[in-house]
């Protein structure tokens, strides 16, 4: 029983933190006590020992001091938990961010003000104190840190303090769209699968895209992107990461492999001694890049690194050692949440002119030169060729590496002849090879090229293997080609008005993407691609492209001069004034800055919907009267990708090549062209006879022949063409076509991409 004999008829004044003084109730202490699960025997000690040190005029603050000290002797001598309960009861407790609880303190929003956004000490101090005053009318009992920042950023608001605002403010996701996340997935990106692993980057990319266009980028550029006037594409990592990278292995294969870069988080190895090691080396470089990069990893010249490795094996030998690398690429499911690396290998039909005399690197040493091992460079593109024909153990096409062919001005000789027929049974059974033109001047010495089209050639300094090796693209971002057609209103002088001012927004973007990047690189924080060999770096930064890309060339011209661009000659030179523009702008700053700037094609796998949503939305009118897709449902609407020909057009494929290949030279940082539906004339000789044309009487610098595939769940069959069901067993089908670069799974595409494959089928080309 307590016994509060000493308190009877008791009175003296107590003042509380506020100032304001009142009659001290020992009823309310009993009761907090009691609150804190403290038992009878020890409240009579306290109120004992309480009344002997009370004096009129005590604040609350010493009262508490006194009874926590009698609290901690007691929980001392008893074993007992009496402060820590007392504290909670009686405090207002914080749920901080590293799962602590603590005791509310202003003083740590006031050093949180100061220390992260540099706000003045005075201001800071208000803010504090007010927001401690407004949480004791609140009477809470606990309080979330995101709470508390909340409420300072509403304060902060409240006294016009945006900037610090901006500063201060917590980046995160909703729990509505956490949930749905874990449960729906997303299908922003058609590689990724719904995994833990992609629902933990998605969760990542949404903070990181957010501090992008917070904190990385100046407020006009970020609205810019948010209004659909440009684009900046991978958001997510434009802190982290630069795009992309095409590897030379004669590094790994002369000083040996470290995937971290350092050899402090993993093993070391020697230089592969023995080819199925060079082959587990070369898989392993691609994973290691793509931890640190956004995008497409590619092996240029990757028979011939690997040709001496083969030397003296027999021809089954070296196709069980390429079938090893291929499953490697669409097996590994371990890069930028759980997929597999998004790869590419660059090949060639004979050793190039420019690495014939160079030494060849096997296990630590040299051997010979390439140029004396031009047969096993072949055997292992007939290795990778007879692979692939095959597909996977169910009868899938191999999704990757992306398979890219150099043609040369050989490619057509005689001895070459069964590697080009294969090559074209390839493109007709899966639709897999892409093909660089290597016929045009243009395509200096070496030119290289990706499964994101980035297209690097030595035509840079000068130096052939440092313009295209162990380099790639640093950033492309994008402007939305309809929308100046808008806003310049059939105006020649305001089109190229607004078309300048676009650049230099993208420029601006692509600069401090730039600074990011050497500070990053400088940082250690990409320590794969800054590891040195021989005291020189491995990845030549300095040689990365900086790239303007576009979209929707052609609903441009059909707006602004009433033509589409396979309409008529005036269109296509309206275009070619267009693209040429954006070129002439990228050289000068070449001339300006020293970096290398180029055009490319932007692959535009969201964009092309994602820019016509908005301008649906901010310019309907006009978007109403040349955007592709269904108006009834603005989730199909999209544009056509950079300056192709719509892709329902009626035009022959030679009527294609002799349009699109006006702007394959312009496009010097990435260009590509499309055949798509070949299942209507994929005869291996008819496509051969297409190759031999736009190779040797054409300026298209890369293309691929897309075939759309259905394949049986239950037999396995491979059936041309998208269809509902299994021709054989009438089972459920998986359907592959090319999204922008790849093949890949249809039902993983977005709704505009699904609705401008509907229209592609459409239209089956005249040969
Ligand atoms: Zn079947």
């Known amino acids: 029983m307590i016994s509060s004999k000493y308190y009877s008829g008791y009175k003296i004044y107590v003042v509380k933190k506020n100032g304001v003084r009142e009659l001290f109730d020992v009823n309310k202490l009993v009761k907090s006590l009691l609150n804190s699960q403290v038992d009878y025997r020890h409240i009579n000690r306290i109120l004992a020992i309480l009344h002997s040190k009370l004096y009129d005029g005590i604040t609350t603050g010493e009262i508490k001091e006194v009874v926590c000290e009698l609290l901690k002797e007691i929980d001392r001598e008893n074993g007992t938990n009496y402060l820590e309960k007392y504290r909670e009861e009686t ?198 890049a793509q931890c640190e990069m956004s995008g497409g990893q590619s092996i240029d010249e990757f028979n011939i690194w690997l040709a001496p490795y083969m030397r003296g094996l027999s021809y089954s030998r070296i196709k069980q050692l390429m079938q090893m690398f291929i499953y490697e690429m669409n097996q590994m499911y371990v890069a930028r949440g759980g997929q597999t690396v998004f790869s590419s290998i660059n090949l060639e039909l004979e050793v190039p002119e420019y690495l014939r005399d160079k030494e060849a690197v096997v296990a630590g040493d040299v051997r010979g030169t390439y140029e004396e091992y031009e047969e096993e460079a072949q055997l292992i593109l007939q290795a990778l060729i007879d692979v692939m024909m095959e597909g996977d153990a169910v009868g899938k096409p191999f999704l990757f590496p992306n398979f890219i062919v150099k043609l040369r001005g050989r490619a057509f000789k005689d001895e070459n002849r069964e590697l080009m027929v294969k090559l074209h049974e390839l493109s007709s059974k899966w639709g897999i090879p892409y093909f660089i033109n290597m016929y045009p001047e243009w395509q200096v010495e070496n030119t290289n090229a990706m499964g994101c089209r980035t297209r690097l050639s030595g035509d840079w300094k000068g130096d052939v293997e440092m313009d295209t090796l162990r380099t790639g693209n640093m950033q492309w971002y994008t402007v939305n080609l309809p929308r100046v057609g808008y806003e310049a209103k059939g105006d020649d002088d305001r089109l190229f008005e607004v078309l300048h001012e ?254 401008e494959l509907i229209d592609r089928r459409s239209n089956i080309p005249r040969i």
């Open 502 to 755: 676009r650049l230099e927004i993208i420029k601006r973007a692509l600069y401090i993407k730039h600074h990011v990047t050497e500070r990053i690189l400088k940082g250690g924080i990409l320590p794969f691609l800054t590891q040195k060999f021989n005291g020189e770096q491995y990845y030549r930064y300095e040689n990365t492209t900086k790239t303007f890309g576009f979209v929707g060339l052609n609903e441009l011209l059909k707006y602004h001069i009433g033509e589409e661009l396979h309409e008529s000659k005036y269109a296509l030179k309206f275009g070619e004034k267009v693209i040429k523009y954006i070129r002439d702008y990228a050289d000068n700053l070449k001339e300006e800055t020293g970096l290398r700037w180029s055009v490319t094609q932007t692959p535009a796998e969201s964009t092309a919907g994602r820019f016509a949503r908005l301008d649906y939305r901010y310019y309907r009118e006009e978007c109403e009267s040349v955007v592709n897709g269904d108006l009834s449902n603005p989730n199909t609407l999209y544009y056509t990708n950079s300056s192709h020909v719509r892709v329902d057009a009626s035009v022959s494929v030679g009527e294609k090549v002799r349009i699109e290949e006006k702007f394959h030279p312009l496009c010097n940082g990435g260009h590509i062209a499309h055949f798509w539906n070949i299942e209507a004339y994929s005869d291996p000789e008819v496509l051969m006879e297409i190759t031999r044309k736009i190779a040797e009487r054409s300026d298209i610098g890369f293309w691929t022949y897309t075939k759309n595939l259905s394949i049986c769940e239950r037999c396995g069959r491979t059936i041309a063409g998208l269809k509902d069901r299994c021709a054989y067993c009438g089972s459920n089908v998986q359907r592959y076509s090319r999204i922008t670069g790849y093949l890949q799974n249809v039902s993983n595409w977005n709704d505009a991409k699904r609705r």
């Open 91 to 288: 405090n207002l407790v914080v749920r901080t961010s590293n799962n602590e609880i603590q005791p509310f303190d202003k003083n740590r929003i006031i050093k949180k003000l100061i220390d992260e956004t540099g706000l003045d000490g005075k201001t800071a101090e208000k803010i504090g104190n007010e927001i401690e005053k407004s949480l004791k009318k609140l009477n809470l009992k606990y309080i979330t840190a995101p709470m508390i920042r909340e409420l300072v950023n509403a304060k902060l608001i409240e006294y016009g303090l945006e900037e610090y605002r901006i500063r201060h403010t917590r980046l995160g996701i909703p729990i509505y769209d956490i949930k749905k996340l874990i449960n729906e997935g997303c299908r922003e990106n058609a590689n990724l699968m719904h995994n833990p692993e992609s629902i933990h980057k998605w969760v990542a990319d949404e903070t990181m895209k957010q501090y992008a266009l917070l904190e990385i980028f100046p407020k006009d550029i970020a609205d810019a992107h948010m209004r659909g006037d440009i684009h900046l594409h991978d958001l997510e990592y434009a802190a982290i990461r630069p795009v992309c990278c095409q590897h030379d292995l004669r590094n790994f294969f002369m000083y040996g492999l470290r995937v971290d870069g350092t050899g402090r988080h993993t093993s070391v190895s020697k230089p592969a001694k023995h080819p199925e090691v060079a082959i587990q080396h070369a898989a392993k470089v691609l994973s290691a």
